[in-house]
């Protein structure tokens, strides 16, 4: 069967780092989605990662390993505003896309 | 209005009733999907389109139903809704029903007593 495992909440503190990760076994890989999610709004891209390695987009970055199945999401000089669930989503072989539960992070100050 | 809007907001339904959640995107996007997120759960595909006048069965299609008659819209129809179906619901679109990034509407949380 197909399965996308990440951490179901992870805490951390106001202007530190985190990193969420991301473990998916799939019919196919087509690419690699994170999604932002705040409490009962809709899902917002972040990154898209289909070739191995880093992709960088200001505060945040995405790193893709697909002979370890493996994706995690960076974050850095949090802020309070990225209090959200983040969404791994892999897309297989048909195109659709398989959707982890997501990861809550709760940001202290 | 701009990106992809959906109606009703929430909705509380009782069991046995039919009920047509709304769907519609101005940016011309050839795909739409239906999405269901429970608690727990990552989002399952409902139904999707392709492109106008193609559908096709997700993940999870039972008990629903999607037509698509032009580019912008794509309802949802529950037949007959039973309390399984509570649920938030997201439609989504896309360019191409490739790679292409997706992009979500506001949801709607339907509740089925």
């Known amino acids: 069967g197909q399965n996308i495992d990440q951490p179901t909440e992870m805490t951390a503190t106001e202007g530190a780092i985190v990193q969420i990760n991301c473990t998916y076994q799939?019919?196919?890989?087509?690419?690699l989605f994170w999604y932002q999610q705040h409490a009962g709004e809709a899902p917002t891209f972040l990154s898209y990662?289909?070739l191995d390695g880093l992709e960088e987009k200001g505060r945040f970055s995405s790193f893709l390993s697909r002979s370890k199945g493996y994706s995690y999401l960076l974050l850095k000089e949090l802020q309070m505003k990225d209090s959200a669930s983040y969404l791994c989503a892999v897309m297989d072989s048909n195109y659709q896309l398989i959707w982890g539960a997501g990861t809550k992070l709760i940001i202290k100050p | 209005i701009a990106g992809i809007t959906q109606a009703p907001t929430s909705q509380i339904l009782a069991a046995g009733r039919r009920m047509t959640l709304r769907c519609t995107q101005d940016?011309?996007?050839?795909?739409m999907y239906w999405y269901r997120q429970d608690l727990g759960l990552g989002l399952r595909l409902i139904h999707y389109s392709n492109t106008a006048g193609t559908t096709g069965k997700g993940e999870v299609p039972d008990g629903y139903s999607v037509s698509r008659a032009n580019t912008d819209d794509f309802p949802l129809t529950l037949a007959s809704a039973v309390p399984s179906q509570t649920s938030v619901y997201f439609c989504a679109s896309s360019d191409s029903s490739g790679t292409d990034t997706q992009y979500f509407g506001p949801g709607t949380r339907l509740t089925v007593l």
């Open positions: 990662n289909v």
């Open positions: 940016m011309r996007h050839n795909a």
């Open positions: 799939t019919s196919g890989f087509n690419g």
